[in-house]
């Protein structure tokens, strides 16, 4: 029997493989003569082929030695350097802030404030009623006192710090009033009675305000300003 010749493809494959083999194990030796004419040794040749063997390359120290039998060969002497030592002065110690004086505890004086308000004052009243007359007669029989009339309160309103009244009236020699049953008036001089008896204020500002319109108000407020005596009350405000 005659043997079979082997394929085509099996030659082929065969023929690749030596090809290989042939061109890696020439590319080794071309590489390891490139080393030794470059740098005129082996190590990194051998250095590279560690790398497929894993074993780790090996060096050899190298030595300079110098011959001192040399005659240009002058040893030198280096004079020694001296340090000269610096003392530093310390730095001297702050002294701690004194601690702030607490101020002695003042306390606060106690004010006693007194304020003492009156009701209703009419001073005079209305010419048409009895009261107003007998009001003028208790004026005249008192020798014209305008403190007559605030005797028995006056040292209350005299120990008060302020006194309000409610002034309920008006302080005019006008005739012309409004018609209505009860119109208040008293003569100017009459703001005396309120100082006489330590009255201060006033307030203007009430249903008597304007018995006699605008004429009897300013009279008012003229007389109260002429006497000394402050008030306050429809937009006004002499405190």
Not at 37 to 59: D, K, L, M
Not at 141 to 160: C, L, P, Q
Request: proline share 6%; with cysteine; aromatic share 16%.
């Amino acid at each position: 029997m005659r043997k079979k010749r082997p394929s085509s493809f099996k030659i082929f494959v065969k023929s690749l493989l030596i090809t290989l083999f042939l061109l890696v194990f020439v590319g080794f030796i071309a590489f390891g003569a490139y080393e030794m004419v470059t740098y005129g040794n082996f190590q990194t040749f051998s250095a590279w082929i560690n790398r497929f063997t894993e074993t780790e390359p090996t060096y050899e120290p190298t030595i300079l030695v110098y011959d001192t039998s040399d005659e240009e060969y002058e040893p030198v002497e280096y004079e020694p350097i001296e340090y000269e030592l610096i003392e530093h002065e310390p730095e001297p110690e702050e002294e701690p802030e004194p601690e702030p004086e607490e101020e002695p505890y003042i306390p606060c004086p106690i004010v006693t404030v007194t304020l003492t308000a009156v009701g209703d004052t009419t001073l005079g009243g209305d010419r048409r009623w009895a009261g107003y007359h007998a009001f003028m007669r208790e004026f005249e029989n008192s020798g014209r006192d305008h403190s007559h009339f605030m005797r028995n309160v006056a040292h209350i309103f005299y120990e008060s710090c302020i006194t309000i009244a409610n002034f309920e009236g008006t302080l005019t020699y006008a005739t012309e009033h409004m018609d209505k049953r009860f119109v208040f008036r008293g003569p100017p001089h009459f703001a005396q009675i309120l100082t006489a008896g330590y009255i201060c204020t006033v307030t203007i500002s009430n249903n008597h305000t304007i018995d006699f319109f605008e004429r009897g108000m300013n009279d008012t407020r003229a007389a109260l300003t002429y006497h000394g005596v402050t008030y306050f009350g429809n937009e006004f405000n002499t405190i």
